[in-house]
């Protein structure tokens, strides 16, 4: 049977995979499993609630809150806000765990659940699987006042936008920023703080209406950012997904900044404040090579771990890096923030440009995109790919034929049988060669059929 729990969370179509028996069943589980594992100090705990603003959510947060207070733990309900700022509230309120309902990029009719420990932290995977296995169990439930009670924090998004502006480094007077909110739940939140910081504001994405979110706007649909920013003559523009853990950016010329560009402003940033632990940026196998070279040359090392940013964040606490992040914009200020947190992201990077008096197109070309070719090579057998000695071979000839002007990775899909292959270099044409040439061998030495004939 397949792991309940992905990489982030539970996720699936909403009250078809996700449906309110699940949030009861998955709230109740995951109370009774922190209170073993001594999250709950013996005391009676609290949790803070969030959703973003899919139709959804509404009754997923209602199940989800029954579930709670059923296991007797008192819910304070933040309502619609981003998921960083849920991890914060749970710090901030010195709260016992938090939960937020959103499926972040995907379409509407998803949904999603996920748990953060004492401190907004994200869960680790053992206790995740102790949630799953814990569900539906036989239990003792509480009775008469030993019942969670359920109430509203009305000043969540307060608390959350004094935090943001709490540890801005430059305010962004005389900035003018596009916002696009993906009609998520940065709709409200993120306009007003960047307000605040003395910003001019125009927004985009910004009327959420439960069936809207993520449609054609924020992170994974720029375009309409692209022409805004150049439309009203902005400095930049900023993309946030529909739970608002993620950014990406868009220079005066409607060019986009990836995470790679946004984290070598930030970590050169950083360094010069000091406050760059080790000299030190932590991302993933998939980020570019023109990054890893450009830090480089600055005297910043870049630790690379497997794609996901819960991998990120494992190497980011154990090395005591402060930041660290992915190309798709998720980056983490572990300093400031327990996740990703793209509003926290947006600030940083335009205090950047406010300080310096320079535009993020000259910021971000502090780096060089190297072409990266990614196919996805479907229906072999990935499980066969780490031990075929004619892969490692075609994968050695493409490494020396590039030498130090690009790389080759291929790794294997966490969900389908998939092998993904990706080839940079500085000539395009050439990675596309080699690329294509390396598909061709991943699918003639793994394919399913080779598989099973080798097993006869």
Known sequence: MARLFGTDGVRGTANKDITAELALDLSVAAAHV????????????????????????????????????????????AGVLPTPAVAYLVAEQCADLGVM????????????????AR??????????DRIEARMRA???????????????????????????????????????????TAHGAASEVAPRVFAEAGARVTQIGGTPDGLNINDNYGSTHVENLKDTVVRVGADLGLAFDGDADRCLAVDATGALVDGDQIMAVLALAMKERGVLPGDTLVATVMSNLGMIQ??????????????????????????????????????????????????????????????????????AGVMRHFPQVLVNVRGVDKA????????????????????DRGRVLLRKS???????????????????????????VVRDELTLERSVAALD
């Not at 401190?119 to 995740?128: I, N, S």
């Not at 239990?139 to 709490?166: F, N």
Request: glycine letters at 12%; hydrophobic letters at 45%; a negative charge.
């Open 294 to 363: 450009a830090l480089g040359a600055a005297g910043i090392d870049v630790v690379q771990t497997a794609v996901g940013d819960r991998y990120v964040l494992e190497a980011m606490k154990e090395g005591g890096y402060a930041l660290g992040g992915e190309q798709s914009g998720h980056v983490v200020l572990l300093d400031h923030a327990t996740t990703g947190d793209g509003e926290l992201t947006g600030l940083m990077l335009a205090s950047r440009l406010a300080e310096t008096g320079r535009s993020l197109a000259e910021l």
């Open 384 to 403: 066969a790919l780490d031990d075929n000695a004619g892969v490692a071979a075609a994968v050695r000839a493409a490494e020396a034929e590039l030498g």
């Open 34 to 77: 922190l209170a073993e594992v001594g999250e709950f100090n013996g005391h009676r705990p609290v949790a803070v609630v969030g959703r973003d603003p899919r139709a959804s959510g509404e009754f997923l947060e209602a199940a989800t809150v029954a579930g709670l207070a059923s296991a007797g733990v008192d819910v304070r309900d």
């Open 119 to 128: 401190g907004g932290q994200k869960l680790a995977d053992d206790l995740e």
């Open 414 to 440: 966490g969900t389908e049988p998939v092998v993904r292959v990706m080839v940079e270099a500085e000539d395009g044409r050439l990675a596309q060669q080699l690329a294509d040439r390396l598909v061709d």
């Open 138 to 180: 036989d239990w003792q439930r509480p009775v008469g006042r030993d019942v969670g009670r359920i109430g509203s924090l009305p000043d969540a998004a307060d608390r959350y936008v004094r935090h943001l502006l709490s540890v801005l480094p430059h305010r962004l007077d005389g900035l003018h920023i596009v916002l696009d």
């Open 101 to 116: 309902l959103s499926a972040s990029h995907n379409p509407m009719p998803d949904n999603g659940i996920k748990f953060f």
